[in-house]
Nanobody, 126 residues
Framework: QVQLVESGGGSVQAGGSLRLSCAIS????????MGWFRQAPGKDREFAAG????????DYADSVKGRFTISRDNAKNTVYLQMNSLKPEDTAVYHC???????????????????WGQGTQVTVSS
């Protein structure tokens, strides 16, 4: 059974930074595109960032481009999301997700991902 476990959330002031981690177990991690999604209260879950199985390709939502960086360490079965210059509108529950994609495509749709973590809360105060 595939398990994804996020960590690293918390509360910060605007302009601060956080680094999220997501550990995956139960499958060959290197065959999976990994994504970070976020869901604010009352809103739909939205794509934030994604990375191909070998780290060769990344994709970002326009709202986080230039501030967030996604990376992965296949030896540690872990994906990271470095978040800088945080804004109050970044407040949300952040979920990591895995999509079996040996061809290396990065999807932005929730429906494209097979496995999900429970999420970690990020709160940014002004």
């Amino acid at each position: 059974q595939v398990q994804l476990v996020e960590s690293g959330g918390g509360s910060v002031q605007a302009g601060g930074s956080l680094r999220l981690s997501c550990a995956i177990s139960g499958r060959t991690f290197s065959s999976y595109t990994m994504g970070w999604f976020r869901q604010a209260p009352g809103k739909d879950r939205e794509f934030a960032a994604g990375i191909s199985w070998n780290g060769g390709s990344t994709d970002y939502a326009d709202s986080v481009k230039g501030r967030f960086t996604i990376s992965r360490d296949n030896a540690k079965n872990t994906v990271y999301l470095q978040m800088n210059s945080l804004k109050p509108e970044d407040t949300a529950v952040y979920h990591c997700a895995a999509d079996y994609s040996p061809q290396g495509t990065i999807g932005q749709g929730v429906y494209e991902y097979d496995y999900w973590g429970q999420g970690t809360q990020v709160t940014v105060s002004s």
